[in-house]
């Protein structure tokens, strides 16, 4: 959606539009939004248009984040960054015209408004379960299955299908189109100043006490900025952007065996080749996001690439001067 539409002053009511609570259109939006239920889901494509419908007549920061919510479940986590950016916008630019008015110099009821931002049911829990990515062959991805992958986080109740491995959702993050891993990288980037920007406005024009604690939805955005700049990193170091679909769909493949199995004393077993070097890739990419100055990294895949290689083949690889002297030692062994 096209959020430049709700800037400006609206010219039938100069500056911020009708007040919706005068009008009833604030009942009706709350009606929809069901910001208090916890056991039914909203109609987010009815609650969208409402909320952007009431936008077009009134500045109204309740109206927006509700508009925020609706994006977000329809529209996915970019288009909720615009939101809170035209949020901010609203705050900087007409804090004195926007509704609700304040009372004096009481900014509760603004105040509360904004704090629905932090609703775990409408906006907390649809963010952590919003696609960053989406490959058709490694699968479909989010904040909440990149912590189930890492070991972060134990599958919710409610999780939906197995607990995906991490090796898929990088193979995911690898199949990216370079330009949307950078858009979105970009909005979780702006959001989280937004957010700063917004408890200061509030901090400065109302006090401390009246600025809204939007902790919990920073730290959301701020994990899912760490995670995708750290892949957009890994293509800066790789020297190129891999092409879309072509390496995520061979990793896929490669990637998607069964589950090892789990041995005795509750660790993973190791049941093949393949599982080995896959562990061995884990191992790779936890030195290169948390302790990018190891060497670790370099060796192993030193290890790997002498996996497929038979004795004589790794003898030569690592130490290529001996080579004479090992067959000669075969050579005399195989005389015995």
Not at 81 to 96: F, G, I, N, T, V
């Amino acid at each position: 959606m096209e959020l430049e539409r709700f800037v400006g002053e609206i010219p039938e009511h100069p500056p911020a539009g009708i007040d919706l609570d005068d009008s009833g259109e604030l009942v009706q939006l709350d009606l929809l939004a069901r910001w208090s239920d916890t056991e039914n889901e909203p109609d987010w494509s009815a609650l969208g248009e409402a909320a952007a419908g009431a936008l077009e007549r009134s500045r109204d920061l309740r109206a927006l984040v509700y508009l925020a919510g609706a994006l977000l479940n329809t529209e996915g986590v970019r288009s909720f960054c615009d939101a809170l950016a035209l949020l901010r916008r609203y705050l900087e630019e007409h804090w004195d015209e926007v509704y609700p008015r304040l009372d004096g110099e009481d900014a509760v009821e603004r105040s509360s408004a904004v704090l629905n931002l932090v609703n775990y049911h409408r906006i907390i829990r649809p963010l952590r379960r919003a696609a960053l990515v989406e490959d058709r062959a490694a699968g479909r991805f989010s904040l909440e299955d990149i912590q189930i992958a890492q070991g972060k986080v134990e599958p919710p109740a409610d999780y939906d299908g197995e607990p995906p491995q991490e090796a898929l959702v990088l193979a995911a993050f690898q199949a990216m189109d370079g330009a949307e891993l950078e858009a979105l990288d970009s909005a979780l980037a702006r959001a989280i100043p937004d957010l700063d920007a917004i408890g200061e406005i509030f901090t400065e024009r109302a006090g401390a006490t009246a600025s809204p604690d939007l902790g919990r939805l920073r730290a959301t955005l701020a994990e899912m900025h760490a995670y995708t700049s750290a892949r957009l990193g890994e293509r800066s170091d790789a020297g190129a952007t891999p092409e879309p679909g072509s390496a995520g769909a061979a990793a896929a493949q490669e990637l998607s065996a069964p589950v090892p199995a789990q041995g005795a004393d509750g660790r993973t077993a190791i049941r093949s080749r393949q599982e080995a070097v896959h562990v061995l890739d884990r191992v790779i990419e936890y030195f290169r996001v948390n302790e990018p100055s190891s060497p670790v990294p370099l060796l192993l895949e030193r290890a790997k690439h002498l996996v497929d290689l038979d004795f004589m083949g790794i003898i030569e690889d690592i130490a290529p001067d001996a080579v004479a002297q090992a067959r000669a030692i075969r050579g005399k062994a195989g005389q015995e």
